[in-house]
């Protein structure tokens, strides 16, 4: 056993310490999927000849950072969801992002505090019914709760950070007594008990077994390019212009920021700039169907699928602020009973 | 004659024993290293801020919450008991056609992750899924509005889908034990007029208690630590509660305080297991344990236990496996089979093998250390260096990360005083954490295994060898392994199998460019195409499939007898 086991270790160590040698390196710490980003890596390798040395977490990468301190080898985290992003900053891991380059780019709005984090991408959560069974192209956000779609309305878990986040902008908005009356009556209109995923409430449409659906928009991008089973939900389907009344469309962001101990600094700034380019952005949100925060970007996947985005103008970080709060309102409702 | 088996005696090695001091010393040692996390934990929840969770839990939370779980549990644990212990009591006692195939297929659903299992039967019970298109097809129906179908997106649904992935557990245990049973009990029972059902219920079933514990203790620690599958099932279960309050509620210590409560539940309830099994003993007199002879069955019977014994493997196993194949060859998903694929696999291979071997040698020495030890704490060490797999695997990593980085922080810091130049991130930058966390989690998985391979051995047979001079050395090498190394073999196996698979750990605590596997399937399921992960979730089962076959030789009963 012994020798077997010093056989391993010694196979797993060279395993582990054998890598190529760039001269330049950066090192990403990210929560976004490998397909998404790995041809935006190769691009910026390819233009910059700096190699990008990435580990793909999900939950837990604020605090990974967080125990691995001064020595700790990230550089550059790449993020999904307001509310990680607030917290990254909020919890001292990152640094402000100097460069005259993102703040020409990214408008002020869509920078955090400080400069620690500049978004990438935007993410909307609209609403989608059934071409065939539904009438009116538009609706409100609060027409959800319209006892007409009793029986009829599909959602994934409330707990969920897209529901959440999407919970908490309506909280920011309305105030908690009209978003507890707000997830009671959705909660008295869902077909099923709220779960799944967001491709699911598409399926759902398509079946017969609802009739209008909450999802983010890039999911309908991804279906549409479906060489399977899921280009029938798609095709199912039809987004709704859908925004808060007297608002816009709910959005969420994707954002990078740069550690604060990272020990390729230069190296961090070039990678979070070449995010913003038309090409990485190109890539970064057609790939996913998401809205370029560069508005040199044309002809978006998104934009050609959906039409222009008109973004709801609650502050990020209101959002961000009473994800807490709504997170509680959807237990106190028993949303996801 | 049940006197002659359920050994009274007290088990504990006389006094004539000096204490294996090195091996207690190891002992301890594996016990503080599993503590580490616990302790680590129970720091962040000590915090009278995080306190503030728990109103908002009590009212609103922790009853459906613990209502689901607990359904949750007894529903698997039902599942599995039936399942586990009934295909092994057919496979061990009976001759039917198959069996010997059906022997170690029956472990093969070991090797799916529960979350693909759950994907996977979505999409077979689903609109678009082949039971319903026929069902329309045969009945002209058009939308789900006009017909109703089973949803496996629900409470039931996880049971079942979780029961079929984790029932092996308990077949593989239970079985060990069935296989090795003095065939004078049953000879006995059976020359006394016992009926075949009169057998199982009052003969083998109360003999098979500790082993079915043993399995079912896994099985349910897994069920209760599940988060992949039961969310996407739409189970609110308490593990959902830690990770809701941690990530949406920005309260980690909050979620450390809850997952510290289920850590002293689950204590609380091996307790009582423990407690209610009292001083009772069930090792065997080794001298008759040759094999129990297989009785045929009536054919038609014999064909119902093919069935029943099949059925568990087709629903488990080939199922989900023919739906993957399926996907893997729509999709022309060999593209995916290029170098970064290699590297997966090598990366998978050679950590699950590390970490096995470490695994299985530190669980091993503890056993032995329980075994031959006279240090009254032992017992307790060896349980707390259970306690690893008691806890969610995400709640564990957090747990890791903190001393972990803090001992890397220390050796990079001081390196660069004395050398002027710093390794980096020791452990977590290389894998050794990853292995750590391993070791931590599934040590509880050997550390039962030989436990239970040295509880069937009487402790008079240590009597006996030492009153003719065998020493402590000896009677561990000409006895125990031999006798032991079977059930040391399927507890290596189950690790491996478990450490190919792990997904919440190896995500957190893996080093930069280091993917595996199971890393593979998760990046495609987080974007919502499963079924692009289909050639790395395969890959993880085929390779199951190997340590599935070698398994169930170990824990064949012949080869045991033979050994000794």
């Known amino acids: 056993m012994s020798v077997k086991s010093r056989l391993y270790a010694a196979a797993l160590t060279s395993c582990l310490l054998a890598g190529p040698a760039f001269a330049q390196s950066v090192n990403l710490y990210t929560t976004r999927e490998p397909a998404l980003l790995n041809p935006v890596i190769e691009a910026f390798t390819k233009d910059t000849g700096i190699k990008v040395n990435a580990v793909f977490l999900k939950d837990g990468l604020q605090e990974r950072i967080k125990a691995e301190g001064a020595n700790s080898p990230a550089d550059v985290m790449l993020l999904v969801d307001v509310g990680q992003i607030n917290e990254a900053a909020d919890a001292g891991i990152t640094q402000p992002i100097q460069s005259a380059l993102v703040d020409k780019t990214a408008p002020a709005a869509l920078r955090g505090p400080g400069n620690n984090w500049v978004t990438l991408t935007q993410r909307a959560r609209i609403v989608v019914a059934s071409k065939d069974r539904v009438k009116q192209d538009a609706i409100t956000y609060e027409e959800l709760a319209d006892p007409k779609w009793k029986g009829k309305f599909c959602i994934r878990a409330g707990q969920h950070p897209y529901n959440n986040a999407f919970f908490a902008a309506y909280l920011a908005r309305n105030g908690a007594e009209k978003t507890e009356a707000y997830l009671k009556a959705l909660k008295a209109n869902v077909a099923r008990k709220p779960g799944g995923g967001d491709r699911d409430v598409a399926r759902d449409i398509l079946s017969g077994q609802c009739d209008i659906a909450i999802i983010n928009t890039y999911y309908i991008g991804l279906m549409s390019q479906a060489k399977n089973e899921q280009k029938g939900w798609y095709e199912a389907i039809k987004p709704l212009k859908s925004s808060f009344a007297g608002g816009g469309t709910h959005v969420n962001v994707s954002a990078a920021a740069i550690a604060k101990n990272a020990p390729n600094k230069e190296n961090a700034v070039k990678l979070v700039e070449y995010m913003l380019g038309e090409k990485a952005q190109h890539l970064y949100a057609d790939g996913n169907f998401e809205y370029p925060v560069n508005a040199d970007v044309k002809e978006a996947a998104s934009v050609k699928l959906l039409g222009a985005l008109t973004p709801d103008t609650t502050p990020l970080g209101d959002i961000a602020k009473n994800r807490k709060a709504a997170s509680e309102l959807v237990d106190k409702v028993g949303f996801d009973n | ?564």
């Open chain 2, 1 to 564: 004659m049940s006197q002659a088996v359920i050994s009274p005696a007290n088990g504990r090695p006389s006094h004539l024993w000096r204490p294996s001091t090195r091996l207690a010393l190891l002992a301890a040692l594996a016990a503080a290293l599993v503590a580490l996390p616990v302790l680590s934990l129970g720091l962040t929840a000590l915090s009278r801020e995080a306190l503030a969770v728990w109103p908002h839990l009590t009212a609103n939370v922790l009853p459906a919450a613990l209502g689901d779980t607990l359904l949750l549990l007894a529903g698997v644990a039902v599942f599995c008991g039936i399942v586990g212990v009934g295909t092994a009591w057919l496979v061990t006692q009976h001759e039917f056609p198959g069996r010997k195939n059906l022997e170690w297929l029956l472990v093969l659903p070991l090797a799916m992750p529960t979350y693909i299992t759950a994907y996977v039967y979505v999409e077979i019970l689903g609109f678009q899924g082949p039971l319903q298109s026929l069902f329309r097809a045969l009945t002209g129906y058009r939308s789900l509005r006009d017909y109703w179908f089973p949803d496996p997106r629900n409470l039931t649904g996880a049971i079942l889908i979780l029961g079929l992935v984790l029932y092996p557990y308990v077949y593989l245990s239970v079985r060990a034990l069935f296989g090795m049973q003095s065939a004078a009990i049953v000879e006995s029972a059976r020359t006394l007029g016992a009926s075949r059902w009169t057998l199982f219920r009052r003969v083998a079933l109360p003999m098979a208690r500790p082993a079915l514990a043993a399995g079912l203790t896994l099985a349910l620690l897994e069920t209760l630590n599940d988060i992949g599958a039961s969310e996407y099932l739409g189970v609110r279960s308490l593990t959902l509660s830690v990770y809701t309050t941690w990530l949406n509620r920005s309260s980690l210590p909050g979620a450390a305080q809850i997952a510290c409560v289920m850590l002293l539940v689950v204590v609380g309830l091996i307790l009582v297991e423990m407690q209610s099994r009292g001083a009772r003993r069930f090792s065997l007199p080794v001298k008759r344990l040759r094999p129990v002879g297989r009785s045929p069955l009536p054919r038609g019977a014999a064909w119902a236990a093919s069935a029943a014994c099949a059925l568990p493997v087709l629903l488990g196993a080939i199922l989900p496996l023919a739906f993957l194949f399926g996907e893997f060859l729509r999709r022309d998903l060999i593209a995916q089979a290029d170098a970064a694929m290699l590297r997966s696999l090598a990366n998978t291979l050679a950590i699950s093998a590390a970490a096995t071997a470490i695994v299985v040698a530190v669980g091993v020495g503890v056993a032995a250390a329980v075994r031959l030890g006279r240090e009254p704490w032992l017992p307790a060490v060896a349980r707390l260096a259970s306690l690893g797999y008691a806890l969610p695997g995400t709640v564990l990593a957090l747990g890791l990360l903190v001393p972990l980085a803090a001992f890397d922080n220390l050796v990079a810091d001081a390196s660069r005083a004395v050398f002027g130049a710093s390794p980096g991130l020791l452990l977590l930058g290389s894998g050794a954490a990853l292995v750590i966390a391993y070791l931590v989690r599934f040590l509880s998985i050997a550390l039962a295994g030989t436990q239970s391979g040295l509880a069937r051995i009487s402790p008079r047979i240590d009597d006996a060898a030492r009153s003719l001079g065998a020493g402590r050395r000896e009677l561990l090498r000409r006895l125990h392994w031999p006798l032991t190394r079977p059930a040391i073999a399927a507890a290596a196996l189950l690790v491996f199998v478990d450490c190919m698979k792990e997904l919440p750990m190896t995500l957190l605590l893996r080093p930069l460019n280091f993917e595996t596997l199971a890393t593979q399937v998760y990046g495609h399921a987080s974007r919502g195409v499963f079924e692009d992960g289909a050639l790395a979730a395969l890959l993880i089962v085929l390779i199951g499939i190997y340590p599935a076959i070698m398994l169930a030789r170990a824990g064949n009963g012949e080869k045991l007898a033979a050994g000794s």
